[in-house]
């Protein structure tokens, strides 16, 4: 791939804006910096301009945040990279849609990964629209309700409502849906778990994690097992059965 | 019966109801010829109508036939005189009716006669009638509306002084809840009964009441002891009034109690006595009872000759007067004493017979109308034990009045109680979200030991001073981290155990570059700990590991360690801060030549945030300290145990 990433960089800060362009030219070969700016408003204009590849996006900015920059432009393919300080809740809705992001202050390694993985992604993921209207939709709840999974096809957006429970297999695992739906995902366990942690999802079991909405029954005896709407059993290893039983308590009150 | 008694019974049985036809015919012919006023008519009916009255006492149950005609004879005398048809009729339909096992029938002629009777003032009448009706519906088992009328009809006629129907409607609410399977009311219902007998000196109704009890509590209670001494009692007072009725059927019962006692050889005394009483007294059916019992004995005493002997004598003499009930028994007995003996054919003989009785009893049941009712009831088995409470409630207004008035008076003390609870419980609250704040704040200030801050600035500037770029970067995005994930836990009172892990790391990381390399650690996760799911409380360990550091190792001349391991025991996870430093008691000496007690705050807060997160959630978070030795006995480091509860 010889041709070079069209790259724009938005920052309210000038300064985050030049060290953003310095670790480009010096540890970015591939980029092209085709310009700066310091707010959507800018943005906007240079991404109407020129043709664009790459945007490094700080989320928040004075005059509307980087999210409402994606909003203008709902049909243009280009890659987005947000950069935020410290903002819980967009991070959150961030990683729920699986978007690519890099926290300040910045750590080259890190920013050197996350150009590296939108070279690998390019041309794959035909889903940027979607993604985008994850995140919007994410960004607009707390906590985030659209879940990106990846799957062989590229990306599927579920709403964590949908899903009864997660079963790891091997590396991947498996999401179990209402109305008898069934997903391969090549991620592991631990990474959804991660997502969903604080979310009535549980791991019942070092391969099963549920979503508590769904549980339906819990049968002592036979071991601790969760029977699930779909009419699953899922054991629950001994350690975890007065932690499973204090939440669904705390549920129901 | 006598010869002479059969005689009556005979004649009564023709020729009364014969001279009555005649009567009532001499009646019509003189209709039309002398002007008879309708007056009259009406004493002519009032006249058969106690005639056909007489007739039923004198008769008894045997001549339904004859009792039948005579009643509907007076129907159409009435109807042929146009005479409306008197109450006293309809309600000796019913009683009629009643005796042949048209429970239905009765029942409906009742509820007309109590329905004109309403109209009248006889309120004694009422009582009267509504006592029969009470009877009816018993035998059609409306258990719970025969209950519910007993109960007011009994009230009315002690009103009333009608002590004889008091006592009878006492005696049929206490047969009712028996029937019903209610022992314990029935017990009390027949206890009040002897009483109230006792009271009125009715000695008919004490013996009833002292006979059911003896029933009752050796059927279904089961303790012959108690039964016995109700029969005792109950066979005492019948011989006082000579109820020889009464005390052959006592003896029958107080001989069987002996029998299923296992005293076998009194029994079999009590018997002898009950057959020449009863035989005096022409009780044929307990004749033959006490015979079949007696072979039972003998049978059961294996002295099979003579309850050979006694089976044949009861069988004769049950088979005399027809008595279905005693033969089917007799005959099952018989058959399975023969069938012991290896006396198939007899024993076949027998079983036959037992069979063909038993049928004929069904048959006879059937015929009465008695298994019908018994239909009925079984159908209605499970909702009348529903009714029946539900009735007791009902009956006892002031009763539901008063538990309606205490449920008030419990809500609005709860309502007052939760009030107050609620309160208190909001000032506790407060209180501990203000401790929580505090020590939140605490946690900040703790983690953020400004040391540790600004000597980690100055070691980013070094680097920068080096123009070591990715250096500085490193360490730089290093802090920021920890800072981010610092601000991020101190949020939350508790938090995962992964995210307790990451602030370490990073703490550990930090230090290490700050100290360059002066120790080394490690931090072992048991496998077990699901560090997602799992809560501990925000910021407990750091700490102490920050302790072990800075006291521990950082005086220590040559390389120090500082190991960490989290181990998943059953409840809680064990938490082990272990260094190979100088000791806690050298450290104290340093500090206190540094003459600063810049760290005591840290130990203090520890504390009282070990205290906190007791009270919140219960807990039972604890913290051991113990001096390691090394092997030349020498003080040789520090462990910290902490035993950390799961949380929710």
Same mark, same amino acid.
């Given at each position: 791939?010889?041709?070079?990433?069209?790259?724009?960089?938005?920052?309210?800060?000038?300064?985050?804006?030049?060290?953003?362009?310095?670790?480009?030219?010096?540890?970015?070969?591939?980029?092209?910096?085709?310009?700066?700016?310091?707010?959507?408003?800018?943005?906007?204009?240079?991404?109407?301009?020129?043709?664009?590849?790459?945007?490094?996006?700080?989320?928040?900015?004075?005059?509307?945040?980087?999210?409402?920059?994606?909003?203008?432009?709902?049909?243009?393919?280009?890659?987005?990279?947000?950069?935020?300080?410290?903002?819980?809740?967009?991070?959150?809705?961030?990683?729920?849609?699986?978007?690519?992001?890099?926290?300040?202050?910045?750590?080259?390694?890190?920013?050197?990964?996350?150009?590296?993985?939108?070279?690998?992604?390019?041309?794959?993921?035909?889903?940027?629209?979607?993604?985008?209207?994850?995140?919007?939709?994410?960004?607009?709840?707390?906590?985030?309700?659209?879940?990106?999974?990846?799957?062989?096809?590229?990306?599927?957006?579920?709403?964590?409502?949908?899903?009864?429970?997660?079963?790891?297999?091997?590396?991947?695992?498996?999401?179990?849906?209402?109305?008898?739906?069934?997903?391969?995902?090549?991620?592991?366990?631990?990474?959804?778990?991660?997502?969903?942690?604080?979310?009535?999802?549980?791991?019942?079991?070092?391969?099963?994690?549920?979503?508590?909405?769904?549980?339906?029954?819990?049968?002592?005896?036979?071991?601790?097992?969760?029977?699930?709407?779909?009419?699953?059993?899922?054991?629950?290893?001994?350690?975890?059965?007065?932690?499973?039983?204090?939440?669904?308590?705390?549920?129901?009150? | 019966?006598?010869?002479?008694?059969?005689?009556?019974?005979?004649?009564?049985?023709?020729?009364?109801?014969?001279?009555?036809?005649?009567?009532?015919?001499?009646?019509?012919?003189?209709?039309?010829?002398?002007?008879?006023?309708?007056?009259?008519?009406?004493?002519?009916?009032?006249?058969?109508?106690?005639?056909?009255?007489?007739?039923?006492?004198?008769?008894?149950?045997?001549?339904?036939?004859?009792?039948?005609?005579?009643?509907?004879?007076?129907?159409?005398?009435?109807?042929?005189?146009?005479?409306?048809?008197?109450?006293?009729?309809?309600?000796?339909?019913?009683?009629?009716?009643?005796?042949?096992?048209?429970?239905?029938?009765?029942?409906?002629?009742?509820?007309?006669?109590?329905?004109?009777?309403?109209?009248?003032?006889?309120?004694?009448?009422?009582?009267?009638?509504?006592?029969?009706?009470?009877?009816?519906?018993?035998?059609?088992?409306?258990?719970?509306?025969?209950?519910?009328?007993?109960?007011?009809?009994?009230?009315?006629?002690?009103?009333?002084?009608?002590?004889?129907?008091?006592?009878?409607?006492?005696?049929?609410?206490?047969?009712?809840?028996?029937?019903?399977?209610?022992?314990?009311?029935?017990?009390?219902?027949?206890?009040?009964?002897?009483?109230?007998?006792?009271?009125?000196?009715?000695?008919?109704?004490?013996?009833?009441?002292?006979?059911?009890?003896?029933?009752?509590?050796?059927?279904?209670?089961?303790?012959?002891?108690?039964?016995?001494?109700?029969?005792?009692?109950?066979?005492?007072?019948?011989?006082?009034?000579?109820?020889?009725?009464?005390?052959?059927?006592?003896?029958?019962?107080?001989?069987?109690?002996?029998?299923?006692?296992?005293?076998?050889?009194?029994?079999?005394?009590?018997?002898?006595?009950?057959?020449?009483?009863?035989?005096?007294?022409?009780?044929?059916?307990?004749?033959?009872?006490?015979?079949?019992?007696?072979?039972?004995?003998?049978?059961?005493?294996?002295?099979?000759?003579?309850?050979?002997?006694?089976?044949?004598?009861?069988?004769?003499?049950?088979?005399?007067?027809?008595?279905?009930?005693?033969?089917?028994?007799?005959?099952?007995?018989?058959?399975?004493?023969?069938?012991?003996?290896?006396?198939?054919?007899?024993?076949?003989?027998?079983?036959?017979?037992?069979?063909?009785?038993?049928?004929?009893?069904?048959?006879?049941?059937?015929?009465?109308?008695?298994?019908?009712?018994?239909?009925?009831?079984?159908?209605?088995?499970?909702?009348?034990?529903?009714?029946?409470?539900?009735?007791?409630?009902?009956?006892?207004?002031?009763?539901?009045?008063?538990?309606?008035?205490?449920?008030?008076?419990?809500?609005?003390?709860?309502?007052?109680?939760?009030?107050?609870?609620?309160?208190?419980?909001?000032?506790? #609250?407060? &209180?501990? =979200?203000?401790?929580?704040? @505090?020590?939140?704040?605490?946690?900040? *200030? $703790?983690?953020?030991?400004? /040391?540790?801050?600004?000597?980690?600035?100055?070691?980013?500037?070094?680097?920068?001073?080096?123009?070591?770029?990715?250096?500085?970067?490193?360490?730089?995005?290093?802090?920021?981290?920890?800072?981010?994930?610092?601000?991020?836990?101190?949020?939350?009172?508790?938090?995962?155990?992964?995210?307790?892990?990451?602030?370490?790391?990073?703490?550990?990381?930090?230090?290490?570059?700050?100290?360059?390399?002066?120790?080394?650690?490690?931090?072992?996760?048991?496998?077990?700990?699901?560090?997602?799911?799992?809560?501990?409380?925000?910021?407990?360990?750091?700490?102490?590991?920050?302790?072990?550091?800075?006291?521990?190792?950082?005086?220590?001349?040559?390389?120090?360690?500082?190991?960490?391991?989290?181990?998943?025991?059953?409840?809680?996870?064990?938490? #082990?801060? &272990?260094? =190979?430093?100088?000791?806690? @008691?050298?450290?104290?000496?340093?500090? *206190? $030549?540094?003459?600063?007690? /810049?760290?005591?705050?840290?130990?203090?807060?520890?504390?009282?945030?070990?205290?906190?997160?007791?009270?919140?959630?219960?807990?039972?978070?604890?913290?051991?300290?113990?001096?390691?030795?090394?092997?030349?006995?020498?003080?040789?480091?520090?462990?910290?145990?902490?035993?950390?509860?799961?949380?929710?």
């Amino acid at each position: 791939m010889s041709e070079l990433l069209q790259t724009l960089v938005v920052d309210d800060e000038p300064d985050a804006v030049n060290f953003i362009r310095s670790i480009i030219i010096e540890y970015c070969p591939r980029l092209e910096v085709i310009g700066t700016a310091n707010s959507v408003k800018e943005a906007a204009q240079i991404i109407t301009a020129k043709h664009t590849d790459l945007v490094f996006l700080d989320v928040e900015m004075p005059h509307g945040s980087g999210f409402d920059l994606l909003l203008q432009f709902p049909e243009k393919h280009f890659d987005v990279i947000f950069i935020t300080a410290f903002n819980h809740y967009a991070i959150q809705a961030i990683k729920f849609s699986a978007v690519d992001y890099i926290l300040k202050p910045i750590n080259i390694h890190e920013f050197i990964q996350a150009v590296d993985k939108v070279y690998e992604k390019r041309n794959k993921t035909p889903f940027r629209e979607a993604q985008f209207h994850a995140l919007t939709e994410n960004l607009r709840k707390t906590p985030p309700t659209r879940l990106a999974i990846p799957t062989s096809e590229g990306l599927e957006f579920l709403n964590t409502g949908e899903i009864i429970r997660i079963e790891a297999d091997r590396s991947y695992c498996w999401f179990h849906l209402t109305q008898g739906r069934k997903i391969l995902v090549s991620k592991n366990l631990k990474e959804f778990q991660e997502l969903l942690n604080n979310r009535n999802f549980f791991r019942t079991h070092n391969s099963h994690l549920v979503n508590l909405d769904h549980v339906k029954k819990y049968i002592r005896h036979e071991g601790n097992v969760a029977v699930m709407n779909d009419g699953t059993h899922i054991p629950i290893s001994r350690n975890k059965r007065d932690l499973f039983l204090a939440m669904m308590t705390k549920m129901s009150r | 019966m006598t010869n002479t008694g059969a005689f009556l019974f005979i004649l009564l049985l023709y020729v009364l109801p014969f001279q009555v036809l005649q009567e009532i015919a001499a009646g019509g012919r003189t209709l039309p010829q002398t002007e008879t006023t309708r007056e009259d008519k009406g004493a002519q009916l009032n006249a058969l109508i106690s005639r056909i009255r007489q007739q039923m006492k004198i008769s008894g149950k045997t001549d339904a036939d004859t009792l039948h005609q005579m009643l509907s004879v007076a129907y159409h005398f009435a109807k042929e005189n146009d005479l409306n048809i008197p109450y006293q009729l309809e309600w000796l339909k019913a009683e009629i009716a009643l005796q042949n096992g048209n429970y239905y029938l009765a029942g409906a002629t009742m509820e007309k006669v109590i329905k004109v009777l309403e109209t009248s003032e006889d309120q004694k009448e009422m009582v009267r009638a509504v006592n029969l009706y009470t009877k009816i519906l018993f035998r059609q088992g409306e258990f719970s509306k025969a209950i519910s009328l007993s109960q007011t009809n009994m009230k009315r006629a002690k009103d009333l002084g009608m002590t004889n129907i008091f006592l009878e409607s006492m005696n049929r609410l206490a047969d009712l809840y028996k029937t019903a399977g209610d022992t314990r009311e029935s017990k009390q219902y027949y206890f009040i009964l002897l009483d109230d007998a006792a009271a009125e000196k009715d000695t008919f109704w004490m013996t009833e009441a002292l006979f059911r009890l003896g029933e009752i509590t050796g059927k279904a209670d089961g303790n012959l002891i108690e039964a016995r001494r109700f029969f005792s009692a109950c066979l005492k007072l019948a011989e006082q009034v000579a109820d020889t009725n009464r005390i052959c059927w006592v003896l029958n019962h107080l001989a069987w109690n002996l029998y299923l006692q296992d005293k076998k050889d009194s029994a079999l005394i009590l018997y002898r006595e009950l057959i020449s009483l009863a035989t005096r007294f022409r009780q044929k059916t307990l004749v033959a009872n006490a015979l079949g019992n007696i072979g039972t004995i003998y049978r059961d005493k294996k002295e099979f000759l003579k309850a050979e002997k006694f089976y044949s004598k009861s069988i004769e003499a049950a088979n005399e007067i027809r008595s279905l009930t005693n033969l089917q028994w007799i005959h099952l007995d018989a058959s399975d004493m023969y069938k012991s003996l290896g006396d198939y054919e007899k024993a076949y003989y027998h079983y036959v017979q037992y069979k063909l009785c038993n049928d004929s009893l069904k048959k006879a049941g059937f015929d009465t109308g008695l298994a019908e009712a018994r239909m009925k009831y079984e159908v209605d088995q499970q909702q009348k034990e529903l009714e029946v409470l539900s009735l007791k409630l009902s009956q006892q207004k002031w009763f539901t009045y008063a538990s309606a008035a205490l449920v008030i008076l419990i809500i609005l003390v709860g309502l007052l109680l939760i009030r107050q609870f609620r309160l208190s419980a909001r000032r506790r #609250i407060s &209180e501990m =979200n203000r401790k929580i704040a @505090e020590i939140t704040q605490a946690n900040l *200030r $703790q983690q953020m030991n400004p /040391h540790f801050i600004f000597n980690t600035l100055n070691s980013i500037q070094y680097y920068m001073y080096q123009h070591d770029k990715v250096a500085t970067n490193t360490y730089l995005t290093k802090f920021s981290s920890l800072i981010r994930k610092i601000l991020d836990n101190s949020r939350h009172t508790s938090i995962p155990v992964a995210d307790e892990l990451e602030a370490l790391h990073l703490y550990l990381e930090l230090e290490k570059l700050r100290f360059k390399d002066k120790f080394t650690y490690q931090i072992e996760l048991d496998q077990e700990i699901d560090t997602l799911q799992y809560r501990i409380p925000t910021m407990l360990i750091q700490p102490y590991v920050e302790n072990a550091i800075c006291h521990g190792l950082v005086n220590k001349e040559g390389p120090g360690h500082v190991h960490i391991s989290f181990a998943m025991e059953t409840g809680f996870i064990s938490c #082990i801060i &272990e260094d =190979n430093g100088i000791g806690r @008691e050298a450290a104290r000496e340093i500090n *206190r $030549q540094k003459s600063s007690n /810049h760290n005591s705050l840290g130990t203090r807060i520890t504390q009282s945030r070990l205290d906190l997160v007791n009270t919140l959630y219960g807990t039972s978070l604890k913290v051991t300290c113990t001096d390691l030795k090394d092997t030349t006995g020498q003080p040789g480091g520090t462990r910290v145990e902490i035993h950390i509860p799961i949380m929710a």
